[in-house]
């Protein structure tokens, strides 16, 4: 069981280091090997994906990183800023399927935007489908034509998925709603677009496969709407990339808990790079403020979906929850009347709870 672990730029290493304190408190035989991505790869080999870090990622089992990018690289070309390194180890790993949990633990109710009753308690999955779609279509571009008579720029992409891939993604939402309250909704726009009532049809064929889960589809607006109208109808949500883009911020901030949101992108072999949502928060890196629990459940997320060991990321978990109501919180999500505390200290919680 290899982890190759890469904190990146900013609060990454601050973050990661926590992680790391609980995945070894696990003591369960993990061989870790720390590589360079981003920014800090960028000023240690000039590039921000090098060499040594693709050998360590095609090597390891499961990659978790920290975050990459920050003011100072920003001024170089595209090619070479540390958001490159990250679409090159997506690609590298063919990392298709994105998971985004959106958690809002009942004591921090407060931190959403939305209404305490509307989002307490709320646990919903979105799956969002990461290398097919729109983005990646064939033909694409702004090419100069004639338009009903006219000489004009027109901008063209072409929303485009093949049955396998929405097969491979289909079958991972079931697979995780069964690890979950087997339920699937999987939203489309089959009104106006072939593609996804190509979309529609291939979930309809998976669904008899999966007889204990219960399929349903939504259209992408309505989904748009019940997200903010009524999150807790949802537990699994599966789309293509550009609605799942989209759905997956709108849920990820009914938690207004950027410091607390996990992700997973894996590819077919259950390899998987596990990282917060969050970026690597500039203003307020090597101050030993950030919220490290993203990352900590980001290793949750890797033990459950990697390594199967599901009763070790639930005790992960349940350690966030207890940390959680005994009061311990970080700067992004203090509150008064609970007990504010640094990178570290909160970390130290974790395993204490643990
Ligand atoms: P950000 O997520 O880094 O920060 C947004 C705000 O949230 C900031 O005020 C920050 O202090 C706060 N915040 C974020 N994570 C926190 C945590 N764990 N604890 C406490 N507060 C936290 O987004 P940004 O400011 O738009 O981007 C900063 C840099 O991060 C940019 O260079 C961007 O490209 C990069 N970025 C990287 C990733 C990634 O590595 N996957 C994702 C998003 C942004």
Known sequence: MKICVLPGDGIGPEITAQAVRVLKALDLKFEMEEAL????AVDATGSPFPEATQKAALDADAVLLGAVGGPKWDVLPREQRPERGLLGIRKLLGLFANLRPAVLYPELANASTLKPEVVSGLDILILRELTGDIYFGQPRGIETREVEGVQQRVGV?????????????????FEAARKRSRKVCSVDKMNVLETTQLWRDVMNELAPEYPDVELTHMLVDNAAMQLVRAPKQFDVMVTGN????????????LTGSIGMLP??????????????????APDIAGKGVANPLATILSV????????????????????????????????????PGTKKVGTAEMGDSVLAAL
Request: aromatic letters at 8%.
């Open 242 to 253: 550009m609605f799942g883009d989209i759905l997956s911020d709108e849920a990820s901030m």
């Open 263 to 280: 992700s997973a992108s894996l590819n077919e072999t259950g390899k998987g790079l596990y990282e917060p949502c969050h970026g690597s």
């Open 37 to 40: 991505l981003g920014g800090c």
């Open 300 to 335: 949750a997320m890797m033990l459950r979906y990697t390594f199967g060991m599901e009763a070790e990321a639930q005790r992960i978990e349940s350690s966030v929850k207890k940390v959680l109501a005994q009061g311990f919180r970080t700067g992004d999500i203090y509150e």
């Open 157 to 173: 992409n072409t929303m485009i998925y093949s049955e396998n891939e929405i097969r491979r993604i289909g079958r991972m939402a």
